[in-house]
């Protein structure tokens, strides 16, 4: 390589900088033009808390918010499944949902039995809750399964008893008048903070002895938490609606 003199690049260095300068003077910062509504002001809450405009479904008081909810053992901020699964009393369409919950301590049962329950989005389509650590049963009926659908992209199960969370984001399924599907449900959810499941497309309602399928239903519907013989806890419930 040719050396430069000190002159020469004392020169070089000048070019550049005034090249510089003079490509800053015609950039145009770009703007879409589109107008949009300044978006709403909340209080993302502190960790553990709902954020303020979201909807608290349990908050460690009461099960008031549920159908059935008199049946689970409320202590110590904590619900634990009992007797029967829960109902919500509001109906909700699209969402995010956020649930704590931890699979029994103590370890029983193997496969499906071990730790089950399950979020029922609209009632109709599980994300399932199991304690998949250490515990192998079908893949796509899982913890983090779309139960029979999907497997979730990773088992990010913590072990028996601890605290777990679900973030899930739910796309409601809309019918045309004729009761015909005109966009299927989708589903995003994080596990423990880790992604496992992608804007799934949910391929109908989930059920243990048939194939998914739709049937139209209302834009709203209730969420159901199952009950599944074990005794699952259940804190920090809270859904906004999107
Ligand atoms: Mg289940």
New binding site residues.
Partial sequence: MPQLSSRGLKYTVAVAASLLVLSASVAKEYLSGKVWPEPKIIDPGQPGKAPSDAIVLFGGGDMSAWEGGEKWEVADGVATAKGGGITSKQPFGSCQLHVEWAAPSVVSGTG?GRG???VYLQGLY?V???DSYDNKTYFDGQCGAV?KQTPPLVNACRKPGEWQSYDIIFEAPKFDDSGKLVKPAFVTALQNGVLILNHFQIEGASAWDAPPTYSAHAPKLPLQI?Y?GNPVRFRNIWIREL
């Fill in positions: 499906q089950n329950s399950g599980e399932q809750i199991l139960y199952q599944h």
